[in-house]
């Protein structure tokens, strides 16, 4: 069964730093999504893409962040200068045409700033 | 705005016991509601959804759930635990025009043997 993928599973990085999570969406997918979720809280949506550009964004979004789809199977989500507080989970998501409501999620990137 | 909310933050249950989670959303028409579950170190794995019609809905692992517009509720239920459904549960809700979906807090769920 096909899954969304994403590496790495942990990353560490000391604040200021930049880094870059990567996701492999499900390959017939046309949307693609970030979502982040705070130990003990919510899942927040941070920004979603479809057609090469930003579809939606939230007020979590911003200029710190970036997506990219360099190719045509990763979809990567950037944060410039990390912030004790960007330490989360960050989940990657997809979903197809005619469902595009049915999100997959890939399994998570547990972001650890120090 | 819309939102979810789920009352439980943990539930535990006996293996073998019928199961019921709660979740109360807020929206001014009818929306997508979802269940999802997590275990530990995966990702989020939908279980159902409702869009329209039958307000009983099966899904996966034989989880069902019931919408109740009359009491903006969206129940997960299962009439008999494993203990491999020890999880946390999200239950989310989007709404026409976007397929952003709001999240609720999580319940999660303890399993007794």
Same mark, same amino acid.
């Given at each position: 069964?096909?899954?969304?993928?994403?590496?790495?599973?942990?990353?560490?990085?000391?604040?200021?730093?930049?880094?870059?999570?990567?996701?492999?969406?499900?390959?017939?997918?046309?949307?693609?999504?970030?979502?982040?979720?705070?130990?003990?809280?919510?899942?927040?949506?941070?920004?979603?893409?479809?057609?090469?550009?930003?579809?939606?964004?939230?007020?979590?979004?911003?200029?710190?962040?970036?997506?990219?789809?360099?190719?045509?199977?990763?979809?990567?989500?950037?944060?410039?200068?990390?912030?004790?507080?960007?330490?989360?989970?960050?989940?990657?998501?997809?979903?197809?045409?005619?469902?595009?409501?049915?999100?997959?999620?890939?399994?998570?990137?547990?972001?650890?700033?120090? | 705005?819309?939102?979810? %909310?789920?009352?439980?933050?943990?539930?535990?249950? +006996?293996? *073998?016991?019928? &199961?019921? @989670?709660?979740?109360? /959303?807020?929206? $001014?028409? %009818?929306?997508?509601?979802?269940?999802?579950?997590? +275990?530990? *170190?995966?990702? &989020?794995? @939908?279980?159902?959804? /409702?869009?329209? $019609?039958? %307000?009983?809905?099966?899904?996966?692992?034989?989880?069902?759930?019931?919408?109740?517009?009359?009491?903006?509720?969206?129940?997960?239920?299962?009439?008999?635990?494993?203990?491999?459904?020890?999880?946390?549960?999200?239950?989310?809700?989007?709404?026409?025009?976007?397929?952003?979906?709001?999240?609720?807090?999580?319940?999660?769920?303890?399993?007794?043997?």
């Amino acid at each position: 069964e096909p899954e969304v993928t994403q590496t790495p599973s942990h990353q560490v990085t000391q604040m200021g730093q930049e880094v870059i999570l990567r996701c492999v969406p499900i390959s017939n997918h046309l949307y693609f999504y970030w979502y982040r979720q705070i130990l003990g809280q919510k899942v927040e949506f941070l920004v979603s893409f479809y057609n090469n550009e930003i579809s939606e964004k939230s007020e979590i979004f911003d200029d710190q962040f970036s997506v990219e789809r360099p190719d045509g199977s990763n979809f990567t989500l950037k944060i410039r200068s990390t912030k004790l507080e960007d330490s989360a989970m960050y989940f990657c998501a997809s979903s197809g045409g005619s469902l595009a409501y049915e999100q997959y999620f890939g399994p998570g990137t547990r972001l650890t700033v120090t | 705005a819309q939102s979810v %909310t789920q009352p439980d933050i943990h539930i535990t249950v +006996s293996e *073998g016991a019928s &199961l019921e @989670l709660r979740c109360n /959303y807020s929206y $001014g028409a %009818t929306p997508y509601l979802f269940w999802y579950v997590q +275990s530990p *170190g995966q990702g &989020l794995q @939908l279980l159902l959804k /409702y869009f329209s $019609g039958d %307000t009983l809905v099966q899904g996966i692992k034989g989880f069902e759930a019931e919408f109740k517009r009359s009491q903006s509720s969206f129940n997960l239920r299962k009439p008999s635990v494993h203990w491999s459904d020890a999880a946390e549960y999200f239950c989310a809700l989007a709404s026409g025009g976007s397929y952003i979906p709001t999240f609720g807090r999580g319940t999660s769920l303890i399993v007794h043997p």
